[in-house]
Protein backbone atom coordinates (compact mmCIF):
# COMPACT_ATOMS: atom_id res chain seq x y z
CA UNK A 1 0.00 0.00 0.00
CA UNK A 2 1.66 3.45 -1.03
CA UNK A 3 1.34 5.75 1.85
CA UNK A 4 1.48 9.78 1.40
CA UNK A 5 2.67 11.08 4.62
CA UNK A 6 0.00 8.58 7.39
CA UNK A 7 -3.10 8.58 4.49
CA UNK A 8 -3.54 6.04 1.88
CA UNK A 9 -3.26 7.27 -1.81
CA UNK A 10 -6.24 7.88 -3.86
CA UNK A 11 -5.13 4.23 -5.67
CA UNK A 12 -5.96 2.30 -2.53
CA UNK A 13 -9.32 3.64 -2.15
CA UNK A 14 -10.75 0.41 -4.18
CA UNK A 15 -9.66 -1.59 -1.64
CA UNK A 16 -11.78 -0.39 1.06
CA UNK A 17 -12.19 -2.99 3.44
CA UNK A 18 -8.13 -3.90 4.04
CA UNK A 19 -7.19 -0.56 3.95
CA UNK A 20 -9.14 1.21 6.86
CA UNK A 21 -8.12 -1.88 9.03
CA UNK A 22 -4.06 -2.06 8.09
CA UNK A 23 -4.43 2.51 8.48
CA UNK A 24 -5.78 2.08 11.40
CA UNK A 25 -3.26 -0.44 12.91
CA UNK A 26 -0.49 1.71 11.18
CA UNK A 27 -1.78 4.47 13.17
CA UNK A 28 -2.08 2.66 16.33
CA UNK A 29 1.43 1.80 16.40
CA UNK A 30 2.78 5.11 15.28
CA UNK A 31 1.04 6.43 18.25
CA UNK A 32 2.26 3.57 20.86
CA UNK A 33 6.09 4.42 19.33
CA UNK A 34 5.84 7.88 20.06
CA UNK A 35 4.55 7.78 23.81
CA UNK A 36 7.37 5.95 24.96
CA UNK A 37 9.49 8.83 26.56
CA UNK A 38 12.69 8.88 25.72
CA UNK A 39 15.79 9.01 28.60
CA UNK A 40 18.36 11.01 27.24
CA UNK A 41 21.21 8.09 27.92
CA UNK A 42 19.56 5.47 25.55
CA UNK A 43 17.80 7.84 22.93
CA UNK A 44 19.82 6.77 19.60
CA UNK A 45 19.54 2.80 20.55
CA UNK A 46 15.80 3.99 21.28
CA UNK A 47 15.19 5.64 17.73
CA UNK A 48 17.09 2.57 16.01
CA UNK A 49 14.67 0.62 18.05
CA UNK A 50 11.60 2.80 17.05
CA UNK A 51 12.72 2.65 13.65
CA UNK A 52 12.89 -1.03 13.29
CA UNK A 53 9.74 -1.38 15.28
CA UNK A 54 8.04 1.17 12.80
CA UNK A 55 9.36 -1.07 9.61
CA UNK A 56 8.14 -4.60 11.06
CA UNK A 57 4.57 -3.13 11.13
CA UNK A 58 4.97 -1.72 7.63
CA UNK A 59 5.90 -5.17 6.72
CA UNK A 60 3.27 -6.29 8.79
CA UNK A 61 0.47 -4.09 7.74
CA UNK A 62 1.19 -4.68 3.88
CA UNK A 63 1.01 -8.33 4.19
CA UNK A 64 -1.97 -8.09 5.90
CA UNK A 65 -3.38 -6.16 3.07
CA UNK A 66 -1.88 -8.57 0.09
CA UNK A 67 -3.95 -11.28 2.01
CA UNK A 68 -6.61 -9.15 2.42
CA UNK A 69 -6.73 -8.11 -0.88
CA UNK A 70 -6.05 -11.29 -2.42
CA UNK A 71 -8.77 -13.01 -0.27
CA UNK A 72 -11.46 -10.07 -1.60
CA UNK A 73 -10.85 -10.55 -5.24
CA UNK A 74 -12.16 -14.02 -5.20
CA UNK A 75 -9.52 -15.60 -6.83
CA UNK A 76 -8.72 -19.42 -6.02
CA UNK A 77 -5.21 -19.57 -7.23
CA UNK A 78 -4.19 -20.12 -10.51
CA UNK A 79 -7.36 -21.13 -13.15
CA UNK A 80 -7.23 -22.28 -16.76
CA UNK A 81 -9.02 -21.20 -19.51
CA UNK A 82 -11.94 -22.70 -20.32
CA UNK A 83 -11.99 -25.30 -22.99
CA UNK A 84 -12.83 -24.18 -26.71
CA UNK A 85 -13.61 -26.16 -29.44
CA UNK A 86 -12.41 -23.82 -32.51
CA UNK A 87 -8.62 -23.41 -33.30
CA UNK A 88 -7.68 -26.93 -31.82
CA UNK A 89 -6.20 -30.02 -33.64
CA UNK A 90 -9.05 -32.52 -32.90
CA UNK A 91 -7.28 -36.19 -33.34
CA UNK A 92 -9.84 -38.82 -33.75
CA UNK A 93 -9.62 -41.41 -30.86
CA UNK A 94 -12.58 -43.50 -31.32
CA UNK A 95 -15.74 -43.75 -33.42
CA UNK A 96 -19.03 -45.93 -31.90
CA UNK A 97 -21.17 -47.06 -34.44
CA UNK A 98 -24.46 -49.10 -34.24
CA UNK A 99 -23.59 -49.22 -31.14
CA UNK A 100 -20.01 -50.85 -31.58
CA UNK A 101 -16.91 -48.81 -30.76
CA UNK A 102 -14.31 -48.58 -33.10
CA UNK A 103 -10.49 -47.47 -31.86
CA UNK A 104 -9.04 -45.12 -34.69
CA UNK A 105 -5.55 -46.42 -35.63
CA UNK A 106 -2.79 -45.20 -33.60
CA UNK A 107 -0.55 -42.44 -36.06
CA UNK A 108 -3.80 -42.15 -38.14
CA UNK A 109 -4.02 -38.54 -39.54
CA UNK A 110 -7.54 -38.35 -38.86
CA UNK A 111 -9.17 -35.18 -37.45
CA UNK A 112 -11.40 -32.15 -37.47
CA UNK A 113 -10.74 -28.62 -36.80
CA UNK A 114 -13.43 -25.84 -36.52
CA UNK A 115 -12.50 -22.85 -37.71
CA UNK A 116 -13.01 -19.38 -35.84
CA UNK A 117 -15.85 -18.15 -38.15
CA UNK A 118 -17.50 -21.08 -36.84
CA UNK A 119 -19.24 -22.03 -40.05
CA UNK A 120 -16.56 -23.83 -41.53
CA UNK A 121 -14.29 -27.21 -40.47
CA UNK A 122 -10.89 -28.89 -41.98
CA UNK A 123 -10.08 -31.78 -41.60
CA UNK A 124 -9.05 -35.53 -42.18
CA UNK A 125 -10.27 -38.98 -42.48
CA UNK A 126 -7.20 -40.96 -42.57
CA UNK A 127 -6.31 -40.99 -45.86
CA UNK A 128 -7.81 -37.27 -47.99
CA UNK A 129 -8.03 -34.13 -46.71
CA UNK A 130 -11.20 -32.85 -46.43
CA UNK A 131 -13.11 -29.47 -46.07
CA UNK A 132 -17.03 -28.11 -45.22
CA UNK A 133 -19.24 -26.67 -43.63
CA UNK A 134 -20.19 -27.01 -39.73
CA UNK A 135 -22.35 -24.58 -37.99
CA UNK A 136 -20.92 -24.17 -34.26
CA UNK A 137 -23.69 -22.42 -31.72
CA UNK A 138 -22.77 -19.99 -30.11
CA UNK A 139 -23.00 -21.86 -26.42
CA UNK A 140 -20.43 -24.50 -28.49
CA UNK A 141 -22.96 -27.00 -27.53
CA UNK A 142 -24.16 -28.64 -31.17
CA UNK A 143 -22.19 -28.43 -34.43
CA UNK A 144 -24.69 -29.05 -37.80
CA UNK A 145 -22.22 -30.39 -40.42
CA UNK A 146 -23.50 -29.78 -43.93
CA UNK A 147 -24.62 -33.12 -46.15
CA UNK A 148 -21.88 -32.00 -48.60
CA UNK A 149 -18.21 -31.57 -48.36
CA UNK A 150 -14.63 -31.51 -50.10
CA UNK A 151 -12.08 -33.89 -50.33
CA UNK A 152 -8.39 -35.02 -51.69
CA UNK A 153 -9.23 -37.92 -54.05
CA UNK A 154 -6.24 -40.68 -52.65
CA UNK A 155 -7.44 -44.15 -52.88
CA UNK A 156 -7.10 -45.85 -49.44
CA UNK A 157 -7.23 -49.14 -48.11
CA UNK A 158 -10.22 -49.44 -45.74
CA UNK A 159 -8.07 -49.39 -41.64
CA UNK A 160 -6.79 -46.19 -42.90
CA UNK A 161 -9.60 -43.68 -43.59
CA UNK A 162 -12.23 -43.37 -40.90
CA UNK A 163 -16.05 -41.87 -41.21
CA UNK A 164 -15.09 -38.45 -40.91
CA UNK A 165 -16.94 -35.93 -41.36
CA UNK A 166 -20.68 -36.71 -40.25
CA UNK A 167 -23.58 -35.37 -41.17
CA UNK A 168 -26.33 -33.76 -39.64
CA UNK A 169 -26.61 -32.19 -35.92
CA UNK A 170 -24.16 -33.31 -33.06
CA UNK A 171 -24.46 -32.57 -29.65
CA UNK A 172 -20.52 -31.06 -28.93
CA UNK A 173 -19.06 -31.93 -25.10
CA UNK A 174 -15.79 -30.41 -24.91
CA UNK A 175 -13.53 -31.23 -21.65
CA UNK A 176 -10.01 -29.59 -21.34
CA UNK A 177 -8.60 -32.88 -23.79
CA UNK A 178 -11.49 -34.42 -25.18
CA UNK A 179 -14.38 -33.54 -27.86
CA UNK A 180 -17.41 -35.81 -27.63
CA UNK A 181 -19.85 -35.66 -30.57
CA UNK A 182 -23.30 -37.02 -30.17
CA UNK A 183 -25.26 -37.67 -32.83
CA UNK A 184 -28.32 -39.00 -35.13
CA UNK A 185 -28.73 -43.04 -34.39
CA UNK A 186 -26.18 -42.87 -31.19
CA UNK A 187 -22.97 -42.02 -33.33
CA UNK A 188 -20.36 -40.93 -31.12
CA UNK A 189 -17.25 -39.55 -32.36
CA UNK A 190 -14.50 -39.14 -29.82
CA UNK A 191 -11.57 -37.03 -30.50
CA UNK A 192 -8.73 -35.70 -28.50
CA UNK A 193 -6.27 -32.46 -28.32
Known sequence: MALVGDRPTACDARERGGAHLVYATMATLRSAVNVIPEPSSLAPRHKVMK????????????????????????????????PTLTRVKWHAHTITVDGVTHLVPNGSRAGLMFNDDKRTFTGHDGCNTI?????????????????????????????????????????????????????PDCHVITLRR
Open 51 to 82: RTLLLASTALATAALTTTSFAQSGNDGPRTAP
Open 131 to 183: WGKARVDVDESAITFGSKYASTLIACYRPDQVDLPPTGTYEARVTARTLTLTG
